[in-house]
């Protein structure tokens, strides 16, 4: 598996001279096989990596967390859902109200956005993920729910023995703190995974006055890790308003508090091989 992260900035994005080492666009990574193309959440990142993947014959999964706009913005800037004859997957949360089209359809339609999803020429089929394993090419999915305001998932993509989960806006200390893991929200998802990327959006002084936002701290991202025994942590959704400087030092946090396994903070461009 290839991982490529074309947007690591959370809520909005925030591109500046303040911001160029670790980027200003919002969520998106690629997970890729020989086979196939997983791509998590579309966010303003997303257009980037539309002009890599544009023309590629593998098949093409779009896979969302959740519906909020710093993670659905690049949807309409995608090139390949423009390209005739391609087929897209887009999957996301189920919801008891809507099907998965009507609520994407609240902003690809205007007055918010001028093309409808019935206007992109390749042809897409959305679906709502489901609770059990499915594939894409040589990759497995599997997708639960996680902690975060509306309906949220996690993803865990398998290839040849390797995973990397991916859990971008989780909140997994809200209500104590983390500990067993049959209490613990995300705890099955990253077990043991080779490659956690995990929200560390706040600093402990800035969480005390966002409880319930649905995000962590470096703090939590770093418990969880140790507590599933995640070999990597990538930190990732960071704040708009952090520097590059105050990213540094809360990846230094990481890294120090970290017992066992790495720490690193994703950045635009970085490129992780299984």
Same mark, same amino acid.
């Given at each position: 598996?290839?991982?490529?992260?074309?947007?690591?900035?959370?809520?909005?994005?925030?591109?500046?001279?303040?911001?160029?080492?670790?980027?200003?666009?919002?969520?998106? +990574?690629?997970?890729?096989?020989?086979?196939?193309?997983?791509?998590?959440?579309?966010?303003?990142?997303?257009?980037?990596?539309?002009? +890599?993947?544009?023309?590629?014959? &593998?098949? %093409?999964?779009?896979?969302?967390?959740?519906?909020?706009?710093?993670?659905?913005?690049?949807?309409?800037?995608?090139?390949?859902?423009?390209?005739?004859?391609?087929?897209?997957? +887009?999957?996301?949360?189920? @919801?008891? %109200?809507?099907?998965?089209?009507?609520?994407? %359809?609240?902003?690809?339609?205007?007055?918010?956005?001028? +093309?409808?999803?019935?206007?992109?020429?390749?042809?897409?089929?959305?679906?709502?993920?489901?609770?059990?394993?499915?594939?894409?090419?040589?990759?497995?999915? !599997?997708?639960?729910?996680?902690?975060?305001?509306?309906?949220?998932?996690?993803? &865990?993509?398998?290839?040849?023995?390797?995973?990397?989960?991916?859990?971008?806006?989780?909140?997994?200390?809200?209500?104590? @703190?983390?500990?067993?893991?049959?209490?613990? @929200?995300?705890?099955?998802?990253?077990?043991?995974?080779?490659?956690?990327?995990?929200?560390?959006?706040? %600093?402990?002084?800035?969480?005390?006055? !966002?409880?319930?936002?649905?995000? @962590?701290?470096?703090?939590?991202?770093?418990?969880?890790?140790?507590?599933?025994?995640?070999?990597?942590?990538?930190?990732?959704?960071?704040?708009?308003?952090?520097?590059?400087?105050?990213?540094?030092?809360?990846?230094?946090?990481? !890294?120090?508090?970290?017992?066992?396994?790495?720490?690193?903070?994703?950045?635009?461009?970085?490129?992780?091989?299984?």
């Amino acid at each position: 598996m290839r991982i490529t992260v074309w947007g690591s900035r959370g809520s909005i994005a925030s591109a500046g001279a303040e911001t160029v080492r670790y980027g200003g666009n919002t969520a998106c +990574v690629s997970v890729e096989s020989d086979d196939a193309i997983c791509i998590l959440d579309a966010g303003s990142g997303l257009r980037r990596a539309g002009l +890599v993947f544009a023309g590629d014959t &593998r098949p %093409t999964h779009v896979l969302l967390t959740h519906l909020h706009m710093d993670h659905i913005q690049g949807l309409g800037f995608f090139r390949p859902l423009f390209e005739p004859g391609r087929t897209i997957h +887009v999957w996301g949360p189920p @919801s008891t %109200t809507q099907d998965l089209r009507t609520r994407l %359809t609240r902003y690809l339609s205007p007055p918010l956005f001028p +093309v409808r999803i019935r206007d992109f020429g390749a042809h897409v089929k959305l679906h709502d993920a489901p609770l059990a394993p499915w594939l894409a090419g040589g990759l497995e999915i !599997r997708a639960a729910a996680v902690i975060h305001p509306g309906p949220t998932l996690g993803y &865990r993509i398998t290839s040849g023995g390797r995973s990397i989960a991916y859990l971008p806006d989780h909140e997994p200390a809200l209500g104590g @703190s983390i500990g067993h893991p049959a209490w613990t @929200s995300g705890h099955d998802l990253a077990a043991s995974a080779d490659v956690l990327i995990h929200d560390g959006q706040y %600093t402990a002084e800035e969480y005390a006055q !966002r409880v319930g936002w649905g995000h @962590s701290t470096v703090a939590h991202a770093v418990a969880l890790a140790d507590l599933v025994g995640a070999e990597r942590l990538v930190l990732f959704h960071h704040e708009p308003d952090h520097s590059d400087e105050v990213v540094d030092q809360m990846l230094a946090t990481a !890294r120090s508090d970290r017992r066992r396994g790495s720490a690193d903070a994703a950045r635009e461009g970085m490129m992780i091989e299984l």
